[in-house]
Each structure stands twice: as C-alpha cells, then as structure tokens.
C-alpha cells in the first residue's frame, strides 16, 4: 500500500512538472480553462465540453496531451496490476495510486507554480473523450473519495 501512495506522489510531481513546463514553453504559465466551447455535458461539479478552439497551442500538441493522458492511465493500471493478484485488489491499488497522483498533482503545482489561486479556480481536468472542466476542487474531492475507496477495496480483499 504504502508503495502505491509513493508512486502516485511522485507522478503527480512528475505531471505537475510536465504541465507546468508545457505551459510556460507555449507562453501560459498558469494553467487555463477554456472560455469558448460548446457544452455537451454540464454536471454542475464537472462540464464535458468541445471547445471552439484547441485547448494548447498546436491541434498535434493537444493530441501528444491526449496520447500522454491515456499513457498515464495505462501506467496507473500496469503499477495496480503489479501490486496485486485479484481483481477486487487491483482495482483497489489502481483507486490508491490514480486518487494520490491526482491529489499531489494540485499540491505539486500549488507548491512549484503557485496554483490554483483557490479551491474555486476552474481547470481542465481531463480530455478523454473530451474535455472535462471545473472547479479544482472536484478532482481533489473525487480523489480523495477514490482513495479511501481505494484503501478498502484493498484491504478488505486481503483478508477475503
């Protein structure tokens, strides 16, 4: 258990550091939700959204960003995989290690590029399908949510 809080620890520094240099080689360096899209979804916590124009510099720098998304959750599968043999455990170690790269993904940009200004600061969470935004505070609850779930889903089918 402990690993997999270690390893999401340091990918999210490793996250924070790629969007923070990203940013600053196209000339944003905070990161910036977009203001023109279409909704398809709005949750109130969460929109799905399509934005009018790509959300980075380049529409091949946005598909890098979401090759590089997926790659992420594909390293977050292989490392549960690794940390367990049943399927209730694995997907226990994969809550803990996706909950904990998110979580230290915001306290690592709070720390190296002083952001969010606050909780309340709207972030583009994710791309896959399409781009989910809102305020940062969703993730950091969601996270959290999926690591205490996480943790129990683990444990408990140790002894199970």
Known sequence: MYALVMFGAAFGFVEAAVVYDLRH??????PVAPTHYQTILNLGFITFI???RTLV????LGRVETVREACTLVMLFA???LAAHRWTRRLGAFLVAFGTWDVT????????A???ASLLTRDVFFLIPVPWIGP??????ISALLVLGGVRLYLL????
């Open 25 to 30: 080689i196209v000339g944003a360096p905070s």
């Open 50 to 52: 399509k934005p009018y």
């Open 57 to 60: 510099a380049t529409s091949a």
């Open 79 to 81: 490392v549960a995989w």
């Open 105 to 112: 993904y915001y306290l690592w940009l709070r720390v190296i």
């Open 114 to 116: 002083h952001w969010p």
């Open 136 to 141: 940062v505070l969703t993730p950091l609850v």
């Open 157 to 160: 089918a140790e002894t199970t």
